[in-house]
């Protein structure tokens, strides 16, 4: 079975310009994590996923974030506009529901000129 | 406020010697506590999972132990080799019995040869 399948796994950006990240769970996960990850603030979560459903989005960090999964099997996360703050490695888990477990992607690498 | 502190950023062992490394937290009751391993440009891999009201876990030369009146958590991995060198990193729920996960932010464990 494949891993949960991010996409891009590296992007260069300009400050100022949309970004979306892109998250395959693996196949009959029914919960989606977003996380970021820097060297000063570790990884941190920034909302999930029950069956579809945002359950906790207090992680994000303000209104440029915004999260989406509109089926069991795709999630977007879009920043609108990116900041160079903004750079991190992004990573999106799955899981099945009241396991714990966490299968992460390979992160998607975001560099905010 | 919640906290989880994993007690270095970095631990270097020599090869063949037990390495223990620490996960403390406070203001939380979390229902389980996992472990996860993370090599540099790839996401968590998950190791172990140890219950609340479980006090020692072991998978291979892995042992966790978990100490509810202490609020700690002890990682251990024995007759350690080069291979084991990483990053760590321990994840609680929040305590609210729902699927929201929280990480420290690692320990690098250098194992030397």
């Known amino acids: 079975d494949a891993g949960v399948i991010q996409s891009p796994r590296h992007e260069v950006t300009e400050m100022g310009q949309e970004v979306t990240l892109r998250c395959k769970p693996i196949s009959g996960h029914n919960s989606l994590f977003w996380y970021r990850q820097t060297m000063m603030r570790g990884l941190e979560l920034l909302i999930y996923f029950n069956n579809n459903v945002p359950i906790d989005d207090s992680g994000m960090p303000e209104d440029r974030f915004s999260a989406k999964m509109p089926n069991a099997s795709f999630s977007t996360l879009k920043i609108q506009p990116s900041e160079p703050r903004d750079s991190a490695v992004y990573f999106c888990?799955?899981?099945?529901?009241?396991?714990?477990?966490?299968?992460f992607g390979e992160g998607s690498r975001l560099t905010v000129l | 406020s919640q906290k989880i502190e994993q007690n270095s950023e970095a631990l270097n062992i020599q090869e063949g010697k037990t390495a223990t490394l620490t996960c403390n937290y406070t203001n939380y009751s979390p229902a389980y506590l996992q472990w996860y391993r993370q090599d540099p440009g790839r996401g968590p891999v998950f190791l172990l999972l140890i219950r609340e009201n479980e006090k020692e876990k072991r998978k291979e030369r892995l042992k966790v132990t978990f100490d509810t009146t202490l609020k700690q958590s002890l990682f251990h991995i024995t007759a350690s080799q080069p291979a084991d060198s990483a990053t760590y990193l321990c994840?609680?729920?929040?305590?609210?019995?729902?699927?929201?996960?929280?990480f420290g932010k690692g320990t690098r464990l250098h194992i030397l040869p």
């Open positions: 994840a609680l729920d929040s305590g609210n019995r729902d699927d929201k996960i929280i």
């Open positions: 888990a799955s899981s099945r529901l009241g396991v714990g477990e966490l299968f």
